[in-house]
């Protein structure tokens, strides 16, 4: 099961089938029973292959999350999280531009202001995390007005709903 981490997975089934194949032929039990004993053994070896899975899992969360980020705050577009309160939690460069070109800042600021519709898709009611999408106005933050599709999708975490969208300028409002 330690060598399942190095190897890769055709390698840790062989070697746990052999390993199991080897310890029936050494051992001293009833024959009547081998095929049980050989299937059980080879899984019970064969989990290695499990633990290394997560291993590797584990290794490339950071890798994943790396790229994510890139690209996130490199995509051209805009893209938004609102915490329980409404206020935008995450914004990127091309949401900044969208929503407040002048102002440059975004963070901390009520979703209210820029897109009321999605204002009230923030819920406290417990249920199953919803994927959507909807054409609103939306108002730059110098109240210049805008038509916008967005696609989002609320969640609940230790602290209360969340919400992330994609934002899209689609022409004036």
């Excluded at 059980?40 to 290695?48: Q, Y």
Aim: aromatic share 6%.
């Amino acid at each position: 099961m330690l060598s399942a981490r190095f190897l890769p997975r055709w390698a840790t089934v062989l070697q746990g089938t052999g390993c199991a194949l080897l310890s029936e032929h050494l051992s001293n039990f009833d024959p009547s029973h081998v095929y049980i004993r050989l299937g059980v053994e080879a899984l019970a070896l064969c989990g290695g292959l499990l633990v290394a899975e997560t291993l590797r899992h584990a290794r490339s969360k950071p890798e994943i999350q790396k790229r994510m980020h890139v690209l996130i705050e490199m995509g051209p577009v805009a893209i938004i999280k609102v915490d329980e309160r409404g206020a935008i939690e995450l914004a990127n460069p091309a949401a900044v531009e969208l929503l407040a070109p002048r102002a440059q800042h975004v963070i901390g600021r009520p979703i209210a202001g820029f897109l009321p519709a999605l204002h009230h898709a923030v819920r406290w009611e417990a249920g199953p995390q919803f994927r959507t999408s909807i054409e609103c106005r939306g108002h730059r933050d110098n109240g210049q007005p805008f038509l916008a599709r967005v696609w989002f999708s609320g969640s609940r975490d230790g602290r209360g709903p969340k919400l992330a969208a994609i934002i899209a300028d689609i022409g004036a409002g």
